[in-house]
């Protein structure tokens, strides 16, 4: 038996009015330690993918849309750019370097991109087995999509239009499977991605259905491939500047001059956290206000339990313990609730994160897992400390100046 | 062993007690007695360094009790004096034993061999592992004497220890606490308006 041991003996022997405080204490830490881990994972989820891209030139339309699209391939593209006209931005002296890719397809949801190889470059893909591919209709699959689908190499995936997975489906988009890549915990784990041929490829012969009534495009489509000026269009264009200087004047002249559109990622994704960073502070402070609840109802929850055991309080001195030695088990007490409060708090924030991940993977292919303890989740045991030493201020002040004599005499 | 010289008293400046000279040897048990409001309980109180007197001299064990700090009173009660109140008081979230062995953690001590020889000397072993509120009365009055003796104090001090109960009843428990005085080696002062006890004292005073 120690003072320690009697903390939580007298925490136990009354586990309704300790488990309200505990609660509300939970829950504060909880929400607060949700908001920041997911904030954070988000943020370096964002922040990875982003690769130094400067700009993404797309068609017009919303450019967080377009970042989204084509940087995070979590939203539907704003529509196709030509590839003549994105070839004359990528031959501009500003542009140091420049990926094409194009949407067209998926494959049971995932998305099929038609990109360069120096977008695999980008994201340090590297081929776990199999090889890069040499023709038209041969893909590259990315980790979560061979583990959540089962694909092996060599299989054979039939497309379906679109980027849902209700399309209708092509015939002749069936791609063979010649490379599996390694996990790179970047966008690229959730895509199929293959040669920008195989997209132009199938989408001429849809197209060709699409439009077989309008002759103007007809003799075009014939001869794409020999011809100069095709029609060959291609969703968006990642820009890596010579020099970061050219990210103020660039973007804006392609608006300002061209029927394209250019955005900047690092800009569209701080204006999305400025949007929803609102959210989430006012959601924190709700979240501290149910702490300092918490902390008042801990203290009510003290100073009744005081006067109810005053008398065992004398006793305890009676038998020569010190004023001090009763303090101490009052914040004691208080501690081990608001620590374990702390506690059950992280828990409920890493199975929240959990929770959403498992969310946000069904709906977005998205996946957050990790769960280190983040240095603002120190600071939250910090302020779990405080409330508990504060909230047993008082009533370990009040057992401290208690007047043993007069209480037993009251008796 | 015990030796009080002119102690008075006095709360807020409204109750005023001035105690007779008390002066009792070792090996002697002492019965004080006295009427409602002549300030018994102040002056167990005092002997046991709850409270502290205005002026006069108590010396107990040979140290005067009106010179130690609240701290200092602390310890010395925790090694010499054990307290049998009028109405037990325990801590209600421990068990028996447990609060026997929080009264030996004060003391800086952990025996449970003694803890149970105490328990089985006063027939309520097979209650060790009950929490206090579910005892009968009797069964708590014998608890608390075994908490008033688990650290072997030299003085075992009980406040009306016999008020509320019947003549039967109240010559068992005066026996038991003489015995269990005498069982382990400690000296016995009993404070109490009960007038059927002096029969069983020796030596008493009346304030």
């Given at each position: 038996m120690n003072i320690f041991k009697l903390s939580i003996k007298n925490i136990f022997n009354k586990p309704l009015s300790s488990s309200i405080s505990l609660a509300l204490l939970v829950l504060g830490v909880g929400i607060i330690s949700l908001l920041l881990q997911l904030n954070t994972l988000i943020k370096d989820q964002m922040d990875n993918n982003l690769?130094?891209?400067?700009m993404v030139v797309g068609a017009k339309g919303s450019p967080l849309q377009l970042i989204l699209s084509?940087?995070?391939?979590?939203d539907s593209p704003t529509g196709n750019i030509s590839l003549a006209e994105a070839e004359t931005i990528s031959n501009n002296?500003?542009?140091?370097s420049s990926i094409k890719i194009l949407y067209g397809d998926n494959y049971k949801g995932f998305r099929i991109v038609g990109a360069e190889k120096k977008f695999i470059e980008l994201y340090k893909g590297v081929i776990k087995e199999g090889k890069d591919w040499d023709n038209p209709y041969e893909v590259l699959v990315g980790s979560k999509v061979y583990e959540k689908l089962k694909i092996n190499l060599g299989d054979e995936l039939i497309s379906s239009h679109g980027?849902?997975?209700t399309g209708q489906s092509h015939d002749e988009g069936t791609f063979k499977v010649v490379g599996l890549l390694k996990?790179?915990?970047?966008?690229i784990d959730q895509l199929i991605i293959t040669s920008p041929q195989s997209v132009w490829d199938i989408h001429e012969t849809h197209d060709h259905d699409e439009h077989?009534?309008?002759?103007?495009h007809e003799h075009e489509h014939e001869n794409e491939h020999e011809h100069?000026?095709?029609n060959r269009e291609i969703t968006a264009m990642l820009i890596k500047f010579?020099?970061?200087?050219n990210i103020i004047q660039f973007p804006r002249q392609i608006n300002e001059n061209t029927n394209l559109q250019a955005a900047v990622p690092s800009y569209e994704i701080s204006r999305l956290f400025k949007l929803f960073g609102f959210g989430i502070e006012t959601l924190s402070y709700l979240a501290y206000l149910i702490i300092i609840v918490s902390g008042f109802s801990l203290f009510i929850n003290l100073f009744n339990s005081m006067r109810e055991r005053k008398y065992e309080m004398a006793l305890i001195r009676t038998l020569g313990a010190s004023r001090f030695q009763l303090s101490t088990m009052i914040i004691f007490e208080s501690l081990v609730l608001t620590i374990s409060g702390f506690i059950l708090g992280l828990l409920f924030s890493r199975f929240g994160v959990m929770f959403v991940s498992s969310l946000m993977e069904e709906s977005i292919n998205y996946n957050l897992n990790s769960l280190k303890i983040l240095n603002e989740e120190y600071w939250l045991l910090g302020l779990s400390v405080l409330i508990g030493v504060v909230s047993s201020l008082i009533p370990a002040i009040q057992v401290y100046k208690m007047n043993i004599s007069k209480i037993l005499a009251d008796a | 062993m015990l030796k009080t010289k002119e102690v008075e008293f006095n709360y807020d400046n409204q109750m005023f007690f001035k105690f007779q000279n008390i002066d009792l040897n070792s090996n002697e048990n002492l019965l004080i007695i006295g009427e409602s409001g002549v300030g018994k309980t102040t002056l167990m109180h005092l002997l046991a360094g709850l409270l502290k007197s205005n002026s006069g001299s108590i010396k107990l064990f040979d140290k005067e009790?009106?010179?130690?700090s609240s701290y200092q009173l602390d310890s010395f009660r925790k090694n010499n004096i054990g307290i049998v109140f009028q109405r037990p008081h325990f801590v209600?979230?421990?068990t028996v034993k447990e609060n026997l062995q929080l009264a030996q953690y004060i003391a800086n001590k952990n025996d449970n061999t003694r803890i149970e020889s105490i328990l089985k000397n006063l027939n309520?072993?097979?209650?060790?592992?009950?929490?206090?509120?579910?005892?009968?009365q009797g069964e708590k009055q014998r608890v608390s004497i075994a908490l008033a003796i688990v650290n072997s104090p030299k003085l075992i001090l009980a406040d009306e220890?016999?008020?509320?109960?019947d003549d039967n009843n109240c010559s068992k428990v005066i026996k038991l606490l003489k015995k269990q005085a005498t069982d382990f080696g400690a000296q016995l002062i009993v404070i109490t308006?009960?007038?059927?006890?002096?029969?069983?004292?020796?030596k008493s005073i009346e304030l």
């Open positions: 690769r130094g891209i400067d084509s940087v995070y391939h979590i002296r500003m542009v140091g980027l849902r997975e996990p790179s915990n970047s966008v077989e009534n309008e002759n103007e100069e000026h095709d010579k020099s970061p200087m | 009790l009106n010179q130690m209600n979230s421990l309520i072993f097979e209650k060790s592992n009950k929490k206090t509120n579910q005892l009968s220890p016999t008020s509320s109960l308006h009960d007038s059927r006890l002096k029969k069983h004292f020796k």
